[in-house]
Nanobody, 124 residues
Framework: VQLQASGGGLVQAGDSLRVSCRAS????????MAWFRQAPGKDREFVAA????????NYANSVRDRFAISSDRADNTLYLQMNSLKPEDTAVYYC??????????????????WGRGTQVTVSS
């Protein structure tokens, strides 16, 4: 299964943006799907994850109450709604998926499949 992220762009601080991750196969084959991001010169950082089994979610403290992760099984698509964007949210956003374990994890090594990423730039 291939994952393709899209929807990134250039926005101003305080704006909202929704990025999407379309799977070439069935997303309910996955146990957990997640979003990570990577800013220039920094390590890849966990943003949010959702269990495809029970719908539980987990967020990084830096985005809690501003971002929302969701999935649409009919469209085989994962979404990340980002509100009240800040310049520090600027990064390439990647979607990731795990088939092996039902537990939500913030560690990149738990995820087997990765999308190519979409750039989100927030100007001040």
């Amino acid at each position: 299964v291939q994952l393709q992220a899209s929807g990134g762009g250039l926005v101003q601080a305080g704006d909202s943006l929704r990025v999407s991750c379309r799977a070439s196969g069935l997303i309910f084959d996955y146990s957990v799907m997640a979003w990570f991001r990577q800013a220039p010169g920094k390590d890849r950082e966990f943003v949010a994850a959702i269990s495809m089994i029970n719908g539980n979610t987990n967020y990084a403290n830096s985005v809690r109450d501003r971002f929302a992760i969701s999935s649409d099984r009919a469209d085989n698509t994962l979404y990340l709604q980002m509100n009240s964007l800040k310049p520090e949210d600027t990064a390439v956003y990647y979607c990731a998926a795990n088939k092996r374990t039902p537990a939500i994890s913030s560690l990149p090594q738990y995820y087997d499949d990765w999308g190519r990423g979409t750039q989100v730039t927030v100007s001040s």
